[in-house]
């Protein structure tokens, strides 16, 4: 039984426009999210985080929005690059903080 | 440098061997973890290092024995794998504190148990 759950497998978009990825929790515990990105032959890196006590986080071109309500959560990318094309995950932990609970992945293709 | 790094980059082992997945990170972090990663599913927590203390061993069969000798170096010890136990395996590191830290991922083993 999945946690966290992306279901949109992939996204194609136009170089220049809004990216947006999408997550759903179902543990109510969760009071920390991240998106980490992952290129082939890559590990992930951390992109962006946000606490379960704020709606919006923003760093430069990322934007993570938290609906505790719904349990969902968002990443928006604006203007999108092409080398933004990689496989994003959302991930979410609880209390200790050191166990991390991640999604399957969403791909993202930007068109040049 | 804030990279981790991992050897092999690919292993090929038979069920009857015996071998190991290294890890190693110079950032100064204290703790560091194993994730396995199976194709089209999200990574999954295995281990967790705490000042080089095992602190999170998620039900992990006992054909996989982790170790930390130092604080830079975490090995992970395979022995009479199944092939379902052919995936990417994942290491991680990340400051300890009371807040949360971001993890950093090594590239990762790609592990085929024939």
């Known amino acids: 039984d999945q946690q966290v759950k992306q279901n949109s497998p992939s996204l194609s978009v136009q170089e220049g426009r809004i990216s947006i990825l999408n997550c759903d929790y179902t543990n109510s515990m969760f009071d920390y999210f991240l998106w980490y990105k992952k290129y082939p032959a890559e590990g992930p890196t951390f992109l962006i985080s946000i606490s379960s006590i704020k709606d919006k986080n923003e760093d430069g071109r990322f934007t993570v929005f938290l609906n505790k309500s719904a349990k969902h959560l968002s990443l928006h990318i604006v203007p999108s690059q092409p080398g933004d094309s990689a496989v994003y995950f959302c991930a979410a932990s609880t209390g200790g903080y050191q166990k991390v609970t991640f999604g399957i992945g969403t791909k993202l293709q930007v068109i040049p | 440098d804030t990279e981790v790094t991992q050897t092999p980059k690919h292993l090929v082992m038979g069920m009857t061997n015996k071998k190991s997945l290294k890890c190693e990170q110079h950032m100064g972090h204290r703790a560091m973890y194993w994730y396995k990663q199976k194709a089209k599913k999200p990574p999954e927590l295995m281990f967790v290092?705490?000042?080089?203390?095992?602190?999170i061993n998620e039900s992990v069969p006992s054909r996989f024995s982790p170790e930390c000798p130092n604080s830079s170096l975490l090995n992970l010890h395979l022995h009479a794998l199944q092939p379902e136990d052919s995936a990417l395996y994942l290491c991680a590191s990340s400051q300890e504190s009371t807040t949360y830290n971001e993890q950093f991922f090594g590239p990762g083993t790609r592990l085929t148990v024939l």
């Open positions: 290092y705490s000042y080089e203390k095992l602190s």
